[in-house]
């Protein structure tokens, strides 16, 4: 073999390695990390959720290194059993917690939904802390009839939930006409 | 084997359901068939009375509930009695505390299974999911509902039809209620236009029922197994799994598809604190859907897949984005090319994350 072969030979051994390991050097797409013993952060809502209250709720995951929960809260009506399937409450929850998770997973938040069902929303909510851990609470207030804990709930909230509990105030939809005409 | 169950469906109370059952029994009797009433709802109705002669009426159980008396069927007695046929008033009755079970239509089934034909009644009012239209419709939430199931599951509803105005003649005459009640629910309840929309509800819950029984009935058991859809989430004790879930029971929606849970746990596994929480999440999700959840242990997940697909005819497979490395792929072999391979004839998806989908440049 002469000299100019082995040259070749050599060549081509080298690319092959270069395409094998540019080949297993390739990730899959990357997946957030969810560290163990990480921060939980639940929020809780039923109906809709206002996306002034998700932004906020994701800045404070993200700057806590925590895991969203967003949590939809089924409220089985008593004419059910409680473990009755609600499909069309389960139609509303699908999209919004697909959109929750999208939101949460851009910013970089690594999210664990859940849905969970009760008689009322405080009853879902305490069936739902009861067999899992959360490190803070962000509930959204009433919202102009659109979402949000009633001050009844929000009251309950505040004086059972197992954890720090914070409420944020969702951005009015519309301002008065009267102040839109003053402006 | 299980009995026969006919149920008798009316709009309202008063249209001769109970009096149509009696005379269905009489017939059956006449015919030679033994024959039991398991239970008569006491209407005070003469008629209903007369109709019930010479037919055997198994014994009612008597409760106390604080100082009421109350009368429920005796299930126990009308099985050990074991007739042909036994008829069985308003299935959608709340016993009292303390039976065995909490509705008639529970004491049903196990007079079914004990293998004896069941001829019940029941108004259209009751029925679970026209909860919320009845109550628009006639401003009074009726308490007393049952799944809709038990009318899929019946083997023949009958419509026990009757016009508005011939009810209301009836009510008039005292054939329902005494007069003075009568005249009350005249003005409320009986009102026409609420008995003609209660009508209407009872004749499209029928004729929706005989068109399901018709189409299953056309259909011959092999296109039945070609059109049947069946999905399968494959989930791991992980938060991304809700997701593959959550996709998986919106397909199975728009397929009209049993959804089933899997998750292969590998022998002697302990799961961590979190993997408990997030199986126990996934758990009650499959509950809120209405899935099945599956649990099997096994070292070759592909097999238990395989196992699972053919026992229950599944065909399509749901898997989240697989995170094995590309070395690990090349090595040891990718788990949806496995999946591909070893199910001919299922559609396997993989869930992606849509966050991961580039942004759309404008």
Same mark, same amino acid.
């Given at each position: 073999?002469?000299?100019?072969?082995?040259?070749?030979?050599?060549?081509?051994?080298?690319?092959?390695?270069?395409?094998?390991?540019?080949?297993?050097? @390739?990730?899959?797409?990357?997946?957030?990390?969810?560290?163990?013993?990480?921060?939980?952060?639940?929020?809780?809502?039923?109906?809709?959720?206002?996306?002034?209250?998700?932004?906020?709720?994701?800045?404070?995951?993200?700057?806590?290194?925590?895991?969203?929960?967003?949590?939809?809260?089924?409220?089985?009506?008593?004419?059910?059993?409680?473990?009755?399937?609600?499909?069309?409450?389960?139609?509303?929850?699908?999209?919004?917690?697909?959109?929750?998770?999208?939101?949460?997973?851009?910013?970089?938040?690594?999210?664990?939904?859940?849905?969970?069902?009760?008689?009322?929303?405080?009853?879902?909510?305490? @069936?739902?802390?009861?067999?899992?851990?959360?490190?803070?609470?962000?509930?959204?207030?009433?919202?102009?009839?659109?979402?949000?804990?009633?001050?009844?709930?929000?009251?309950?909230?505040?004086?059972?939930?197992?954890?720090?509990?914070?409420?944020?105030?969702?951005?009015?939809?519309?301002?008065?006409?009267?102040?839109?005409?003053?402006? | 084997?299980?009995?026969?169950?006919?149920?008798?469906?009316?709009?309202?109370?008063?249209?001769?359901?109970?009096?149509?059952?009696?005379?269905?029994?009489?017939?059956?009797?006449?015919?030679?068939?033994?024959?039991?009433?398991?239970?008569?709802?006491?209407?005070?109705?003469?008629? !209903?009375?007369?109709?019930?002669?010479?037919?055997?009426?198994?014994?009612?159980?008597?409760?106390?509930?604080?100082?009421?008396?109350?009368?429920?069927?005796?299930?126990?007695?009308?099985?050990?009695?074991?007739?042909?046929?036994?008829?069985?008033?308003?299935?959608?009755?709340?016993?009292?505390?303390?039976?065995?079970?909490?509705?008639?239509?529970?004491?049903?089934?196990?007079?079914?299974?004990?293998?004896?034909?069941?001829?019940?009644?029941?108004?259209?009012?009751?029925?679970?999911?026209?909860?919320?239209?009845?109550?628009?419709?006639?401003?009074?939430?009726?308490?007393? !509902?049952?799944?809709?199931?038990?009318?899929?599951?019946?083997?023949?509803?009958?419509?026990?039809?009757?016009?508005?105005?011939?009810?209301?003649?009836?009510?008039?005459?005292?054939?329902?209620?005494?007069?003075?009640?009568?005249?009350?629910?005249?003005?409320?309840?009986?009102?026409?236009?609420?008995?003609?929309?209660?009508?209407?509800?009872?004749?499209?819950?029928?004729?929706?029922?005989?068109?399901?029984?018709?189409?299953?009935?056309?259909?011959?058991?092999?296109?039945?197994?070609?059109?049947?859809?069946?999905?399968?989430?494959?989930?791991?004790?992980?938060?991304?799994?809700?997701?593959?879930?959550?996709?998986?029971?919106?397909?199975?929606?728009?397929?009209?598809?049993?959804?089933?849970?899997?998750?292969?746990?590998?022998?002697?596994?302990?799961?961590?604190?979190?993997?408990?929480?997030?199986?126990?999440?996934?758990?009650?999700?499959?509950?809120?859907?209405?899935?099945?959840?599956?649990?099997?242990?096994?070292?070759?997940?592909?097999?238990?897949?395989?196992?699972?697909?053919?026992?229950?005819?599944?065909?399509?497979?749901?898997?989240?984005?697989?995170?094995?490395?590309?070395?690990?792929?090349?090595?040891?072999?990718?788990?949806?090319?496995?999946?591909?391979?070893?199910?001919?004839?299922?559609?396997?998806?993989?869930?992606?994350?849509?966050?991961?989908?580039?942004?759309?440049?404008?």
């Amino acid at each position: 073999m002469s000299g100019l072969d082995l040259a070749l030979l050599g060549a081509v051994a080298a690319l092959g390695f270069a395409l094998a390991a540019a080949l297993l050097r @390739r990730r899959p797409p990357r997946r957030l990390a969810v560290p163990a013993g990480a921060r939980r952060i639940l929020v809780p809502f039923t109906g809709s959720l206002d996306p002034t209250v998700l932004q906020a709720a994701i800045r404070i995951a993200r700057a806590e290194n925590a895991v969203l929960v967003p949590a939809y809260l089924l409220i089985v009506p008593l004419r059910y059993d409680e473990d009755s399937p609600l499909s069309d409450q389960v139609k509303m929850a699908m999209p919004l917690l697909e959109a929750v998770e999208h939101a949460a997973l851009r910013a970089g938040v690594p999210v664990d939904a859940r849905i969970e069902k009760g008689r009322t929303a405080t009853h879902a909510l305490r @069936r739902l802390w009861e067999v899992e851990r959360f490190d803070r609470i962000v509930a959204p207030a009433p919202s102009d009839g659109h979402g949000g804990f009633t001050e009844k709930e929000l009251a309950w909230l505040l004086l059972h939930a197992p954890t720090e509990t914070l409420v944020l105030k969702p951005t009015p939809r519309e301002l008065p006409a009267r102040l839109h005409s003053a402006a | 084997m299980r009995g026969r169950y006919r149920i008798l469906l009316g709009m309202a109370a008063g249209v001769g359901k109970t009096y149509r059952m009696l005379q269905e029994g009489k017939q059956a009797h006449a015919e030679g068939r033994d024959v039991v009433i398991g239970y008569l709802e006491p209407h005070d109705r003469p008629d !209903t009375a007369v109709l019930a002669e010479g037919l055997e009426e198994v014994p009612r159980l008597r409760t106390e509930h604080g100082s009421l008396e109350l009368n429920e069927m005796d299930v126990d007695a009308v099985i050990r009695r074991a007739p042909e046929l036994a008829l069985i008033d308003e299935l959608a009755h709340t016993n009292a505390p303390g039976m065995r079970n909490e509705k008639r239509y529970q004491d049903i089934d196990e007079v079914l299974d004990a293998g004896i034909d069941v001829i019940s009644t029941v108004n259209v009012q009751h029925l679970e999911s026209l909860n919320d239209a009845i109550a628009e419709l006639t401003d009074v939430r009726v308490r007393e !509902t049952f799944p809709d199931r038990i009318l899929e599951e019946a083997d023949e509803v009958v419509l026990v039809d009757l016009t508005p105005e011939a009810l209301q003649e009836r009510l008039r005459a005292g054939k329902v209620y005494p007069k003075e009640r009568a005249e009350v629910a005249l003005q409320n309840f009986f009102r026409v236009e609420k008995l003609s929309a209660l009508r209407e509800l009872a004749l499209r819950e029928v004729a929706e029922d005989v068109e399901a029984r018709r189409q299953t009935l056309v259909l011959d058991p092999l296109s039945q197994q070609a059109v049947a859809e069946r999905v399968l989430a494959l989930v791991t004790p992980e938060p991304r799994s809700q997701r593959i879930l959550r996709r998986a029971w919106r397909s199975a929606e728009r397929l009209g598809a049993q959804l089933d849970v899997l998750w292969v746990r590998r022998p002697g596994r302990e799961l961590s604190e979190e993997e408990q929480v997030s199986l126990a999440a996934l758990r009650r999700l499959a509950i809120v859907l209405g899935a099945h959840f599956l649990e099997e242990e096994g070292d070759d997940l592909v097999a238990a897949v395989r196992n699972i697909v053919y026992d229950r005819g599944t065909t399509y497979v749901f898997v989240g984005t697989p995170d094995e490395s590309r070395r690990r792929e090349v090595l040891r072999g990718s788990l949806v090319s496995a999946l591909v391979r070893e199910l001919p004839g299922v559609d396997i998806r993989v869930v992606a994350n849509r966050a991961d989908r580039p942004e759309r440049v404008q």
